[in-house]
């Protein structure tokens, strides 16, 4: 088993993916090129409970469905770091079993495999192999929200 893949998918990035508000149907439509490019993967798709307000208001109860069908995990209320902990995590216990595990997120997580989204006219391709590693020491991996804090003015 140590050669199948386990590819772990941030739903909320696949889905805002270049938009200005988050789609399911993209999410999905994303998710369906996956499965044809890597039909052998295992594939876990992971998303903040956020997400679900971020979506226009026809999409919510599509969502719901997602989350009673299993198709899509969102990261516990209070999880450890939220759902970059989760995400990393998940990752790491795939490792554990042996799976290759590749990442897809726009957030910085350090010891993971991340791989490349991107969208050729409508075909979603997803790079496998062309991954990026970010070590613990950089500082980019270790800010939870995937870069620098940022603190917000008071007024």
Known sequence: MADRNLVL??????????????SLAQLHQAL??????HPDA???????PSLKWDLGKADEPLFEGDIIAGAVVC????????TVGFLTRAAERGIADGHNVVV???RALAGVALGRLRNDGGRWLWDLDATRTLDADDPAASAPSGGPRRRRRSR
């Open 75 to 82: 990261a516990p209320a209070g999880a450890l770091d939220g």
């Open 42 to 48: 295992l594939v876990a798709v992971v998303a903040d």
């Open 32 to 37: 369906v090129h996956l499965h044809r490019q």
């Open 9 to 22: 998918v941030d739903a909320g990035m696949v889905a805002g993916f270049r938009r200005p508000a988050p």
């Open 104 to 106: 897809f997120t726009d």
